[in-house]
């Protein structure tokens, strides 16, 4: 089939190269000239067949909707218009009652992978109607990782992609999908800096590594934390500084909406804040009050810290 697919940055651009390795034929669009196939959204719309596939792959948040919105003036009833990207749930709806006027379907698709999917293939989540969906499976099929296999032989269905539920399923599942990736994450980075503090382990990275063979917390984070590891052993090279998405923070505010318990996750998401902050002003009060009612030692900010430009 043909797919359309704007956007072709890390992740859009390896997922263009895998659907192509299937046989499938992509039109590909990007701001940056030397990517694309064709240089305008009008130019990809023309370039295709009907009914149209057209895959939006670009960062969340505005620079979606508006891509969103062009393509419902350019495309015909018919045609499904795929998000790819981090959108949050509630955009989809908007999306889907928008396009649907004009008679264009809208499939929402969490994606995760990253960097390493066009080798290992892409775990995918969907929402949307029976009927887009299947518009676009062979390009699903294109992307997903092969099928794992049990001790016979046979085939494990499901693995790596769900048709999760109607519009906004797809991007609620990739949120929580990512909730949990943000507790691994901080699990894994707790431990190590626990083995790093001590002087009794003498070969942190080859702990870490004996780890992913055999253990109840071997994964393919796991693995990826081994492999920066190795590439900087005392992690020398790179600050104490983490962002966040958004789907974290999505994830801890439906718990709260919901009543969900969610202590693990909401705390790693506050750890990445505190990573953010070179001097916490939680632990200035927390050293002040020491200090207070214990008469514990603090201690001083040196005078050039302080006459240092914001």
Do not use: C
């Not at 948040?61 to 003036?73: A, F």
């Not at 990275?205 to 393919?220: D, E, H, K, L, Y």
């Not at 052993?233 to 318990?261: C, F, H, K, Q």
Request: glycine content about 14%.
């Amino acid at each position: 089939m043909q797919l359309g697919l704007i956007g072709l940055g890390k992740m859009g651009g390896n997922m263009a190269e895998r659907v192509r390795r299937a046989g499938h034929e992509v039109v590909g669009y990007d701001r940056a000239p030397g990517k694309r196939d064709v240089d305008s959204l009008e130019g990809l719309v023309g370039a295709l067949s009907a009914p149209r596939v057209v895959w939006v792959m670009v960062p969340a948040g505005e620079p979606t909707r508006q891509t969103v919105r062009e393509l419902g003036e350019l495309l015909e009833p018919g045609d499904v218009v795929v998000d790819g990207g981090n959108s949050k749930f509630t955009d989809d709806k908007v999306h889907a009652e928008m396009l649907g006027e004009k008679g264009i379907g809208y499939v929402d698709a969490g994606v995760s992978g990253g960097v390493w999917g066009l080798e290992n293939g892409y775990a995918l989540m969907v929402g949307g109607s029976a009927d887009d969906v299947a518009k676009v499976q062979p390009v699903f099929d294109a992307l997903k990782p092969p099928a794992p296999t049990d001790e016979s032989g046979e085939a494990i269905p499901g693995a790596g992609f769900v048709h999760a539920g109607p519009v906004g399923a797809g991007h609620y599942a990739k949120m929580v999908h990512n909730g949990i990736e943000y507790a691994l994450m901080q699990a894994y980075g707790e431990g190590y800096e626990l083995l790093a503090a001590v002087d009794l382990i003498e070969d942190v990275p080859g702990v870490v590594a004996s780890w992913t063979q055999g253990t109840v917390i071997r994964s393919w984070l796991l693995d990826l934390l081994v492999r920066a590891l190795q590439e900087d052993p005392a992690l020398e090279r790179i600050r104490g500084y983490a962002e966040d998405s958004g789907e974290g923070r999505w994830t801890v505010m439906e718990a709260i909406d919901n009543a969900v318990p969610m202590p693990t996750i909401a705390a790693s998401l506050f750890a990445r804040f505190s990573s953010r902050q070179e001097d916490s002003p939680t632990m200035k009060a927390v050293a002040a009050l020491r200090n207070q009612f214990g008469g514990h030692a603090v201690q001083a900010i040196q005078a050039q810290e302080v006459e240092r430009p914001a």
